[in-house]
């Protein structure tokens, strides 16, 4: 089964600071997703991530994925308490069929 | 809304009780899948099903069972509960493929007292 490791686990920053966070492993993925879940809620897709070396923008988030399809990172600029949740980075695994995994996440809280 | 409903949103059940979690999934996935979160082991892969079988199987306890049936709905039926149990279940669907997208429904919070 392939893994996916993010760091860091947890973040604490002040509002209006930059961010990165990151999403390793030692498989290649096909492709990677990004979803951010907030408290009692169910993750919410951000963005999928296909070609190695893709950069994908969503507003203040930049996603890359490495050109070896192995990691990938989430830089956010500018950052809003609003951007407060938990990160997670999942991958379709090449050893079964269509199996979503999931890495544990990076806790971000920004604070005003 | 992401389109996937799952019901119910909160239960509270007693050890060694018995409970189904029920997953309708968006119109038109074919796969369900299943996942346990709790706050220190993230969110833990159970099983998936893809159009009514069984596609692949994560950590999930003997204890634990799940079927998709042919309206393409999903239920979870968990057994011999115990207070370990208490966590967030959640379902998610997707269309197939190497560049799956999962979507959540928003979880049942399961209790165990």
């Known amino acids: 089964t392939q893994l996916l490791e993010q760091s860091p686990q947890f973040l604490s920053i002040q509002e209006g600071e930059n961010l990165t966070v990151y999403c390793n492993s030692s498989?290649?993925?096909?492709?990677l997703q990004w979803y951010r879940q907030e408290p009692g809620e169910g993750p919410v897709l951000l963005v999928t991530?296909?070609?190695?070396?893709e950069v994908k923008k969503l507003k203040r988030l930049t996603f890359q994925f490495g050109d070896a399809r192995k990691d990938s990172s989430l830089h956010i600029t500018a950052a809003q308490p609003g951007d407060t949740g938990l990160y997670l980075c999942?991958?379709?695994?090449?050893?079964?069929?269509?199996?979503?995994?999931f890495g544990k996440g990076t806790k971000l809280s920004v604070k005003p | 809304d992401s389109g996937v409903t799952q019901t119910p949103k909160h239960l509270i059940t007693a050890t060694g009780q018995r409970v189904t979690l029920r997953c309708s999934p968006r119109?038109?996935?074919?796969?369900v899948y299943w996942y346990q979160q709790s706050l220190d082991q993230g969110l833990q892969f159970l099983i998936q099903?893809?159009?009514?079988?069984?596609?692949a199987k994560g950590n999930i306890l003997e204890r634990f069972s799940a079927q998709q049936f042919p309206d393409l709905h999903s239920e979870l039926n968990l057994s011999s509960l115990e207070l370990g149990d208490s966590a967030l279940y959640f379902c998610?669907?997707?269309?197939?493929?190497?560049?799956?997208?999962?979507?959540f429904g928003q979880g049942t919070r399961l209790t165990v007292v």
């Open positions: 999942a991958g379709v695994d090449g050893g079964s069929q269509g199996n979503l995994i």
């Open positions: 998610a669907s997707s269309v197939e493929g190497a560049y799956t997208e999962a979507f």
């Open positions: 119109s038109g996935d074919l796969s």
């Open positions: 099903y893809y159009n009514g079988e069984e596609r």
């Open positions: 991530v296909v070609t190695g070396g």
């Open positions: 498989s290649v993925f096909s492709s």
